[in-house]
């Protein structure tokens, strides 16, 4: 079975409660050159979206490498989806992530 490089590396990602992480995705060993990213949260059991409550700030890119916003606010025990959507040429992609909430 081929691995999914659409999931990012560091997946799945633990993160305390009480902290606030702008994590770091690095596209190199799929693509180069991202712009534009639009990073999202959801909330993995309902798939609702969590954006406006749990991320702050923007995403940036830098090289090949997207900082997604602050990611804050997580409750214990629950399992989110965050996607990091981005653009090289023409085209669009995503990437994804587990993060759960310890």
Sequence with gaps: MQPNVREIQQSPIY???????????DVSTWVSGPTSPVVKVYRASDNEDLTSTLLSGSA?????????????GLTLGVKYRLEVKFTVGS?????????WGQ
């Design 60 to 72: 940036s890119v830098s090289g090949n490498v997207i900082t997604c916003p602050l990611l804050s």
């Design 91 to 99: 085209n669009i992609f995503v990437a994804w992530a587990w993060v």
């Design 15 to 25: 993160q305390g409660i009480g902290e606030a992480i702008a994590w770091p995705v």
